[in-house]
């Protein structure tokens, strides 16, 4: 079974700091990596995804994958108070054409 | 505008009783997914369809149906079956993916709840 971690946090970040969101996952044949976003009571909207090693960017995001080590990071710069919310992580799942989700890392920025 | 429409968002089960959950996207999306999340939970999938007239059972299919008539709709029904169907459900709709997976895009969802 494969497994896709997250710690719950609460991760408490001043406004316009670096937050630093990690998952870590158990298949190393993964291919597809995905990060949303879930406010309070409302859906996932997708974030980031990234396929390759290495880092990708968009805006004030970040996605960092590495797959030696078998992570997937998200940088958020210049945090916002609206950025508060629970950032869930989603991975390759068995067959590969579905996607296994973390449990989420709830966010806080405080201004 | 193009998106996925759920409906309704908010739905009230009788015991016993069956109830349909609408999923509809004009994304002209080959994949579409249904998940269920509990409080502090992920997300968890229950059933999936890459292709019209054709869907697969996810992780927790049991006392769940879903039929895949048209592209563009892929309705849920909680059985009675389903002993706990208290939850936020999920419906997602993605492109055919080739070697890798595509985004899933999410719709509003819908909560239900026991009367």
């Known amino acids: 079974q494969k497994e896709v971690e997250q710690n719950s946090g609460p991760l408490s970040v001043p406004e316009g700091a670096i937050a630093s969101l990690n998952c870590t996952y158990s298949d190393r044949g993964s291919q597809s990596f995905f990060w949303y976003r879930q406010y309070s009571g409302k859906s996932p909207e997708l974030i980031m995804f990234i396929y390759s090693n290495g880092d990708k960017e968009d805006g004030r995001f970040t996605a960092q994958l590495n797959k030696a080590s078998q992570y997937v990071s998200l940088l958020i710069r210049d945090s916002q108070p609206s950025d508060s919310a629970t950032y869930l992580c989603?991975?390759?799942?068995?067959?590969?054409?579905?996607?296994?989700f973390g449990t989420g890392t709830r966010l806080q920025v405080f201004p | 505008d193009g998106g996925i429409t759920q409906s309704p968002k908010y739905l009230f089960r009788k015991e016993g009783q069956n109830v349909t959950l609408s999923c509809e996207q004009n994304l002209n999306h080959d994949a579409m997914y249904w998940y269920r999340q509990d409080p502090g939970q992920g997300l968890r999938l229950i059933y999936y369809?890459?292709?019209?007239?054709?869907?697969q059972k996810g992780d927790i299919a049991e006392g769940y149906s879903v039929s895949r008539e048209k592209k563009e709709s892929f309705p849920l029904t909680v059985t009675s079956a389903q002993k706990n169907p208290t939850a936020f459900y999920l419906c997602?709709?993605?492109?055919?993916?080739?070697?890798?997976?595509?985004?899933?895009?999410f719709g509003d969802g819908t909560r239900l709840s026991i009367l």
């Open positions: 989603a991975v390759d799942g068995e067959p590969t054409d579905k996607l296994i």
């Open positions: 997602a709709s993605s492109i055919r993916g080739e070697g890798v997976n595509p985004p899933q895009h």
């Open positions: 369809s890459q292709i019209v007239n054709d869907f």
